[in-house]
């Protein structure tokens, strides 16, 4: 597979892929990129009347949210250290189907817009059991039958979401999963760069989303995935964490890395009131505590969905990574000005072929009673609903 091919496949640009054929110690730094469009703050209106915004999620959606699990690869180290080996039972050897991919499948038919996004490591060598080293490691690519399986998933369920966790997970230079912590340049391109070709020869559909592995974050990593258009999935510990609200971060050399994550510090409730992505993030295997081979957790996870999935207010859009990004970036590319007409807010477009249905204004008011988008003098056609805190006109056609 060629680099443009292995591009589309990975859903990344062409700016972000490394040449495999060009030794990394001879580039100095990744590429700058063009600076991507920020979503601006929201507008005030005249006279106190309120303030009027574009929201980053779609659909007047008021918050987003995401299922997520990391360490998805075809490892069997035994009850409970199954990485999802299993899942390739139900392939073309025709076993059994496990308990968690059963579970997950489940999920997806009983909620058809949920997004389940499994953060896959594409050459397995960690061993949580000892903190070390497996015996070798377990590429992608030589496990056919279980390949086999998440593609017939893949094309079956769009729900079912592929995102990167990293090449083995594994440091050989320092031990532990923390697979990127110390290393320098030229170390950290070579295990990106046979990350994406690994994840090129398994076949899968993969999202520009990356969770680093062991949660550690080096800022060569970080200029790394803002060059290559990564989506970073961090959280509220991490540096690059910029609240609940998916958003832009400028790294140290000026490039710009979108980023969403998991808050350690914030209920969904919580989270949904500020407007922000509610991330309900889990494991395979233990040593983590949020695991899905766990019973008491896939309870837990049927709850909250049961709990949120129908939920009207808020109204939630349940969106993958690189859903999220796109709706931002659509909200971000429009411009517009706007303006009050006794209790009306008229807003005009300003760059009309950016528009797509779907993009949402939240106007903030008390007073305000209506709205309008107007587009080379045409009145677009709105869908107007009222919130407690004013109104919400999505964009329908």
Same mark, same amino acid.
């Given at each position: 597979?060629?680099?443009?091919? $292995? &591009?589309?496949?990975?859903?990344?640009?062409?700016?972000?892929? !490394?040449?495999?054929?060009?030794?990394?110690?001879?580039?100095?730094?990744?590429?700058?990129?063009?600076?991507?469009?920020?979503?601006?703050?929201?507008?005030?209106?005249?006279?106190?009347?309120?303030?009027?915004?574009?929201?980053?999620?779609?659909?007047?959606?008021?918050?987003?949210?995401?299922?997520?699990?990391?360490?998805?690869?075809?490892?069997?180290?035994? #009850?409970?250290?199954?990485?999802?080996?299993?899942?390739?039972? !139900?392939?073309?050897?025709?076993?059994?189907?496990?308990?968690? /991919?059963?579970?997950?499948?489940?999920?997806?038919?009983?909620?058809?817009?949920?997004?389940?996004? $499994?953060?896959?490591?594409?050459?397995?060598?960690?061993?949580?059991?000892?903190?070390?080293?497996?015996?070798? &490691?377990?590429?992608? &690519?030589?496990?056919?039958?279980?390949?086999?399986?998440?593609?017939?998933?893949?094309?079956?369920?769009?729900?079912?979401?592929?995102?990167?966790?990293?090449?083995?997970?594994?440091?050989?230079?320092?031990?532990?999963?923390?697979?990127?912590?110390?290393?320098?340049?030229?170390?950290?391109?070579? !295990?990106?760069?046979?990350?994406?070709?690994?994840?090129?020869?398994?076949?899968?559909?993969?999202?520009?989303?990356?969770?680093?592995?062991?949660?550690?974050?080096?800022?060569?990593?970080?200029?790394?995935?803002?060059?290559?258009?990564?989506?970073?999935?961090?959280?509220?510990?991490? &540096?690059?964490?910029?609240?609940?609200?998916?958003?832009?971060?400028?790294?140290?050399?000026?490039?710009?890395?979108?980023?969403?994550?998991?808050? $350690?510090?914030?209920?969904?409730?919580?989270?949904?009131?500020?407007?922000?992505? $509610?991330?309900?993030?889990?494991?395979?295997?233990?040593? %983590?505590?949020?695991?899905?081979?766990?019973?008491?957790?896939?309870?837990?996870?049927?709850?909250?969905?049961?709990?949120?999935?129908?939920?009207?207010?808020?109204?939630?859009?349940?969106?993958?990574?690189?859903?999220?990004?796109?709706?931002? #970036?659509?909200?971000?590319?429009?411009?517009?000005? #706007?303006?009050?007409?006794?209790?009306?807010?008229?807003?005009?477009?300003?760059?009309?072929?950016?528009?797509?249905?779907?993009?949402?204004?939240?106007?903030?008011? %008390?007073?305000?009673?209506?709205? /309008?988008?107007?587009?080379?003098?045409?009145?677009?056609?709105?869908?107007?609903?009222?919130? !407690?805190?004013?109104?919400?006109?999505?964009?329908?056609?």
């Amino acid at each position: 597979m060629d680099r443009r091919e $292995f &591009s589309r496949v990975a859903g990344l640009g062409i700016v972000g892929i !490394a040449s495999a054929c060009l030794d990394p110690r001879t580039v100095d730094g990744p590429p700058l990129a063009p600076a991507p469009p920020i979503l601006r703050a929201s507008q005030t209106l005249p006279g106190g009347a309120g303030s009027v915004a574009v929201s980053p999620w779609p659909n007047g959606a008021d918050a987003g949210v995401l299922v997520s699990a990391d360490d998805l690869c075809p490892v069997n180290l035994g #009850s409970p250290y199954d990485f999802g080996a299993l899942w390739g039972n !139900a392939g073309t050897s025709g076993g059994p189907v496990g308990d968690v /991919e059963s579970f997950v499948l489940g999920l997806l038919d009983t909620y058809p817009l949920l997004r389940f996004s $499994f953060n896959t490591i594409t050459a397995m060598r960690y061993d949580p059991r000892t903190n070390g080293a497996l015996d070798r &490691s377990y590429p992608l &690519s030589s496990a056919t039958d279980w390949l086999a399986r998440l593609q017939e998933i893949q094309n079956a369920c769009p729900g079912f979401v592929v995102g990167w966790h990293g090449h083995s997970h594994y440091n050989a230079q320092h031990g532990g999963p923390a697979e990127f912590g110390g290393y320098d340049p030229v170390q950290t391109r070579g !295990a990106l760069d046979a990350m994406e070709a690994e994840g090129g020869r398994s076949g899968l559909r993969f999202t520009r989303a990356f969770r680093p592995p062991g949660w550690v974050l080096t800022p060569t990593l970080v200029e790394e995935l803002a060059a290559r258009r990564y989506v970073l999935c961090d959280n509220s510990r991490l &540096s690059t964490w910029g609240g609940v609200r998916p958003s832009y971060t400028r790294t140290a050399a000026g490039n710009w890395l979108f980023r969403m994550g998991v808050t $350690f510090d914030l209920t969904a409730a919580q989270t949904f009131a500020q407007g922000g992505l $509610f991330e309900a993030h889990h494991h395979l295997t233990p040593p %983590n505590v949020n695991t899905l081979t766990d019973p008491a957790i896939r309870d837990r996870l049927t709850r909250f969905l049961d709990t949120w999935y129908r939920s009207t207010d808020p109204l939630l859009a349940w969106l993958s990574t690189d859903e999220v990004q796109r709706a931002y #970036s659509d909200a971000a590319t429009v411009q517009w000005v #706007s303006s009050v007409d006794g209790r009306k807010v008229s807003i005009t477009i300003l760059n009309p072929a950016s528009l797509v249905p779907g993009i949402t204004w939240v106007v903030t008011s %008390n007073v305000i009673t209506d709205v /309008e988008i107007l587009a080379n003098g045409v009145k677009l056609a709105l869908n107007i609903n009222e919130r !407690a805190s004013g109104l919400k006109a999505t964009l329908t056609a």
